[in-house]
């Protein structure tokens, strides 16, 4: 069927935006999976860690109504940027830190945070995750202690699957849980340090915690 100059024009404008959308996906995703390698590459993240709780945030949180899922997707590779910034034999000490130590890791969101502010095509979801994810439900969180939903929902999602792959994970300070004593320390943490709705709607999603630690 023959088209109308102002039908190709517009057909040619489309493939062009969808040509740069693609070309800046790709170059997007090259960059995630770059820094995900450095930081596990450095042990800061059980290997896989990025990819696990990039996907399980994206299943919650498209159930939790989170709008913008590919900022929150871009948040989970990127959340822990800021350990880069620390001293690698507080990273890798075995034991409980000392208050000098634990200060200097409390600074790793603020520092993520500052380096990816000024890159100006992050969503403000990804910068939000980012930021905010070591905030609590009770108020005890850091940095800013934000409580309850003063913390921004994809924060908030994150921090569930955070939470639930670093139980599962083996670390230098802690041997990995079984999935069943995972669930039952998940729920101990609702309503303090996690939204327990979110907690709830996670555990109940048919297949998302049992299939979760697959690399």
Known sequence: ?????????????????????????????????????????????????????????????ERAGVEDLEGLRMGAYLHDLGKLFLPREVLDKPGPLNTVEWTQVRTHPEMGHEVLSRIPFLPKTTLEVVLYHHEHWDGTGYPKGLKGEEIPLPARVFAVVDVWDALLSKRAYKPALSEDAARIELLSMAGKKLDPGLVEVFLQVEGMDSKAHTP
């Not at 960059?31 to 896989?48: F, K, N, S, V």
């Open 1 to 61: 069927m023959a088209v109308g100059p102002e039908t190709e024009r517009l057909l040619l404008v489309a493939r062009e935006a969808l040509e740069t959308y693609l070309e800046r996906r790709l170059q997007t995703e090259g960059a995630l999976e770059a820094i995900a390698r450095i930081l596990e590459g450095l042990d800061y993240e059980t290997e896989g860690h990025m990819r696990r709780v990039s996907r399980l945030a994206v299943l919650l949180g």
